[in-house]
T-cell receptor, first 115, second 114 residues
Framework: GAVVSQHPSWVICKSGTSVKIECRSLDFQATTMFWYRQFPKQSLMLMATSNEGSKATYEQGVEKDKFLINHASLTLSTLTVTSAHPEDSSFYIC???????????FGSGTRLTVV | QQQVKQSPQSLIVQKGGIPIINCAYENTAFDYFPWYQQFPGKGPALLIAIRPDVSEKKEGRFTISFNKSAKQFSLHIMDSQPGDSATYFCAASKGGAAGNKLTFGGGTRVLVKP
């Protein structure tokens, strides 16, 4: 089956620093990947759609200058949280759609804590 | 506008019981309806999915029922086990291009007591 690898699984950073999260499709090519944010006991909130070789499409209310997305290849998308602040602490999850079928496969998530 | 409404928010059943989770959608262009299971600290994992041309689909102990006219679909977990205790999300998307995004329901926390 399709596998999406996400790293790191958790990260603690100081306020004002930047953090990069990687999302890789291991056994398929993903022209499109999705980035979500999830607060405790809540549903997944789509932040942006990452398109290989082009600019990401951000959802309304998501700061594109704060959450930088790069999709440099068909198997890798990265999310960089710039100048992180405590309110950015959350669970970030990536997803890719397997073009061989119809399913959306999710990464294991990254717990970001900004102190 | 919440396009996929999920209920209940939480559910407690005894082992062997059948938790039932319901979802309703608004956008008639949706044509793919998956259910995901999520354990704490993990990403969602696909359980089962259905398209609107069928009314029911079973995979192991998980069954989806789909009512196109009512724009509703539900998940039944047969012979539930304590290991099924997790948060379940329904979702919907439009088919076609790979860029079509999933719209999630609010989630249901299921607790199966031994």
């Amino acid at each position: 089956g399709a596998v999406v690898s996400q790293h790191p699984s958790w990260v603690i950073c100081k306020s004002g620093t930047s953090v990069k999260i990687e999302c890789r499709s291991l056994d398929f090519q993903a022209t499109t990947m999705f980035w979500y944010r999830q607060f405790p006991k809540q549903s997944l909130m789509l932040m942006a759609t990452s398109n290989e070789g082009s600019k990401a499409t951000y959802e309304q209310g998501v700061e594109k200058d704060k959450f930088l997305i790069n999709h440099a290849s068909l198997t890798l998308s990265t999310l960089t949280v710039t100048s992180a602040h405590p309110e950015d602490s959350s669970f970030y999850i990536c997803s890719a759609r397997d073009n061989r079928g119809h399913g959306y496969t999710f990464g294991s998530g990254t717990r970001l804590t900004v102190v | 506008q919440q396009q996929v409404k999920q209920s209940p928010q939480s559910l407690i059943v005894q082992k062997g019981g059948i938790p039932i989770i319901n979802c309703a959608y608004e956008n008639t262009a949706f044509d793919y309806f998956p259910w995901y299971q999520q354990f704490p600290g993990k990403g969602p994992a696909l359980l089962i999915a259905i398209r609107p041309d069928v009314s029911e689909k079973k995979e192991g102990r998980f069954t989806i029922s789909f009512n196109k006219s009512a724009k509703q679909f539900s998940l039944h977990i047969m012979d539930s086990q304590p290991g099924d205790s997790a948060t379940y999300f329904c979702a919907a998307s439009k088919g076609g291009a790979a860029g079509n995004k999933l719209t999630f329901g609010g989630g249901t926390r299921v607790l199966v007591k031994p």
